[in-house]
């Protein structure tokens, strides 16, 4: 039996970056990742630290579009068709989050964690030197019609409104600072603030760095169920023994709601699969992301490389990739970049983004199980929001003040 200061079930960007910040103040901790570090959705996913995309999944208009989309295949948004209670609660829920004043409410708690987590990507990877082909260059949405641009452009007020900043672009001034782009994107919007980069890299470089500072993470170990007495968690399971930690931080990613019902604590999620393509670099290259407006799907400079990634899939906890879709996100990346007539396949990947009713994180120690922090639902943020999450676990755990307040985050706001 091992004890331990911290636990950390999960070894993605929020697992790793929770090991760092607690490692770096001298807290013991152990991360124990079921099979390797970023192995889910944290390994390749498009690489956005965006806080200018600070809107969380449902929003005004998006349960209307998605009923329009619901059974094309091809669509940015697909729910597989099955009698599931848990996926029919949760779209029931969601759809409670589908207005304006819970947009609105959400996004200044996004844009702050957001700015927060692109500082401290700034200094970790200055700090502990981690290559990962970061580029603090900002990027850019392109539109093809006249209709998208409009739509574009009210979404860029919009979030303007919120102090983020967007530079509305015409066609001249898009090509202008993009010429890999097709000839036939009408306009855009530049964001000034965000940044990208190769997301697996910078995950490694950071677990490394927690390494040096004592934490020991531990591939191909899963937790397998908990013992509680008197409302704490006094045994963990897992695949290779049992252990005794003082605190246990859930950042399983899209698998935490399983493991939390076994504490008889309630987060839902749903998995949301996306999936990414990543090519040689062709000649010409956009120099910085550039999202298909119409089509939900981006496109991300990644060193030598292009990662074009997009879908969001309701379909549950597996990896089965839908070619059809796949094929979808390239047509997409044809119809805004200049691209040579023949590419490589690329290698494709799949994700399940970790997604609550209300698209905001959950972060913070449970009211049920008094050892158990919680770090998980980042959704289609989880990367941008990474560092800022592992600072404030790291805070929990210590019993310090947080750097951010945590309200809208609460692990138990589901219900009990
Ligand atoms: C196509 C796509 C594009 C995306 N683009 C972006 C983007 O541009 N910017 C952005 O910010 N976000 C993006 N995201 C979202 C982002 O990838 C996720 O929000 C983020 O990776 C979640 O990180 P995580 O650490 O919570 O989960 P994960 O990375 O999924 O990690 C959870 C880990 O827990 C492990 N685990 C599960 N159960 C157990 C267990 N019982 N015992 C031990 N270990 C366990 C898993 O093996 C896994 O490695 C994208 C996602 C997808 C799919």
Not at 51 to 67: C, Y
Not at 140 to 151: D, I, N, P, Q
Not at 272 to 289: E, F, H
Not at 322 to 334: D, G, L, S, T, Y
């Amino acid at each position: 039996m091992t004890r331990m200061d911290a636990l950390i079930i999960g070894g993605g960007v929020i697992g790793v970056s929770a090991a760092y910040f607690l490692a770096r103040a001298g807290v013991s901790v152990t991360l124990v990742e079921m099979r390797t570090i970023a192995a889910g959705s944290s390994w390749g996913n498009a690489g956005l630290i965006a806080p200018n995309h600070s809107t969380p999944i449902p929003g005004p208009g998006v349960l209307r579009q998605g009923v329009r989309w619901l059974l094309d295949v091809e669509s940015p948004l697909y729910i597989q068709p099955r009698l599931d209670f848990d996926l029919l609660r949760w779209l029931w829920q969601f759809r409670g989050f589908c207005n304006v004043r819970a947009l609105d409410r959400a996004i200044p708690r996004l844009r702050d964690m957001q700015r927060a987590s692109l500082d401290l990507f700034r200094q970790l990877i200055a700090t502990e030197a981690i290559a990962c082909d970061f580029e603090d260059v900002g990027g850019l949405v392109a539109f093809r019609t006249k209709k998208g641009l409009e739509a574009g452009v009210a979404e860029a007020k919009h979030l303007a409104r919120f102090g983020l900043k967007t530079t509305l672009l015409d066609a001249d001034a898009i090509h202008e600072m993009e010429p890999a782009l097709h000839p036939d994107v009408v306009g855009g919007v530049f964001h000034e603030e965000d940044a990208f980069l190769t997301p697996h890299k910078f995950v490694f470089g950071l677990a490394d760095a927690a390494q040096r500072r004592d934490a020991v993470i531990v591939d191909d170990v899963g937790v397998q169920g908990f013992e509680v007495a008197g409302g704490r968690i006094v045994r963990v399971r897992t695949t290779r023994g049992d252990v005794e930690p003082d605190q246990v931080v859930l950042a399983a990613g899209a698998w935490s709601t399983a493991l939390a019902r076994m504490l008889d604590v309630r987060i839902p999620m749903q998995p949301a699969k996306g999936y990414a393509i990543t090519l040689p670099r062709p000649n010409p290259s956009p120099r910085r992301y550039v999202i298909f407006g119409e089509r939900n799907a981006v496109a991300t400079p990644m060193g030598d490389t292009l990662r074009l990634a997009g879908t969001l899939e309701l379909s549950g906890l597996h990896g089965r990739v839908h070619p059809r879709r796949v094929n979808a996100i390239r047509k997409a990346a044809r119809e805004y970049l200049i691209l040579p007539e023949r590419m490589p396949e690329g290698h494709v990947w799949q994700g399940l983004r970790p997604v609550p009713p209300d698209g905001m994180p959950y972060i913070g120690r449970s009211k049920r199980v008094g050892n158990l922090i919680v770090a998980t639902g980042h959704a289609m943020l989880g990367l941008s929001m990474g560092p800022i999450t592992g600072k404030l676990v790291s805070e929990l755990v210590q019993g310090l003040p947080v750097s951010l307040p945590l309200d809208g985050f609460e692990v138990e706001r589901f219900g009990a």
